[in-house]
């Protein structure tokens, strides 16, 4: 089964509505769990990185009152997307990083599946 | 501040050819350079690379690191139509405190196989 699961895969919805997106790692703790953006043609970029217990660290040019993220649990992260705009438009991806001894020992990362998000 | 190119950024082939995609790197404490498939959905892990030198392969695909070069090659050899995706090269990055990582991407190449 999947190491993380990300939830919803696609939403579409109207400009102005505020989008809750869901990371889930399933079969180990994750102390950071981390937040991309990919827009068509371009690679992943970071747009934050969430600690479980205490604020998120965001990037450079990302807003933080409009990209709010919740990490309350070793399991549980979430991205909310408030009052979004068409220009919100974007595959948004999560990623979780096993502490030690957790998850796959190869990989330093494990993503979702992504959500698609539409702004109409 | 860490920084990935790969090159090229697109490539066209017919199935049956070989490809060799590059990843060049500039970190501060290299520990690792990963590489990626993506398709429709998030990437896939392909390889891990550490050591300068050692190959690693899985089926069609290997890769290699050149830690003097400061670059590494992922090639594919008679590629299949379902080769065509975005390759992803990737650093991490270690944070302080929890023992987890950062990962910094390069733009990606991307390839497509037609038949």
């Known amino acids: 089964g999947a190491v993380v699961s990300q939830h919803p895969s696609r939403v579409i919805c109207k400009s102005g509505t505020s989008v809750k997106i869901e990371c889930r790692s399933l079969?180990?703790?994750?102390?950071?769990m981390f937040w991309y953006r990919q827009f068509p043609k371009q690679s992943l970029m970071l747009m934050a990185t969430?600690?479980?217990?205490?604020?998120?660290?965001?990037e450079q040019g990302v807003e933080k009152d409009k990209f709010l993220i919740n990490h309350a649990s070793l399991t549980l992260s979430t991205l909310t997307v408030t009052s979004a705009h068409p220009e919100d438009s974007s595959f948004y991806i999560c990623?979780?990083?096993?502490?030690?001894?957790?998850?796959?020992?190869?990989?330093?990362?494990?993503f979702g599946d992504g959500t698609r998000l539409s702004i109409l | 501040e860490d920084k990935v190119v790969q090159s090229p950024l697109s490539l066209v082939v017919h199935e049956g050819d070989t490809v060799t995609l590059n990843c060049s790197y500039e970190?501060?404490?290299?520990?690792?350079l990963l590489w990626y498939k993506q398709e429709k959905k998030a990437p896939t892990f392909l390889f891990m690379l550490?050591?300068?030198?050692i190959e690693k392969k899985s089926g069609r695909l290997s890769s290699i690191l050149d830690k003097k070069e400061l670059s590494s090659i992922l090639n594919i050899t008679a590629t299949q139509t379902g080769d065509s995706a975005i390759y992803l090269c990737?650093?991490?990055?270690?944070?302080?405190?929890?023992?987890?990582?950062?990962?910094?991407f390069g733009k990606g190449t991307k390839l497509s196989v037609i038949p």
């Open positions: 990623s979780a990083s096993s502490i030690r001894g957790g998850g796959r020992s190869n990989q330093p990362q494990h």
């Open positions: 079969d180990f703790q994750a102390t950071t």
């Open positions: 969430s600690n479980e217990g205490s604020k998120a660290t965001y």
């Open positions: 970190v501060t404490n290299f520990r690792s």
């Open positions: 550490t050591s300068s030198g």
């Open positions: 990737a650093v991490p990055r270690s944070l302080p405190g929890a023992g987890s990582y950062q990962l910094t």
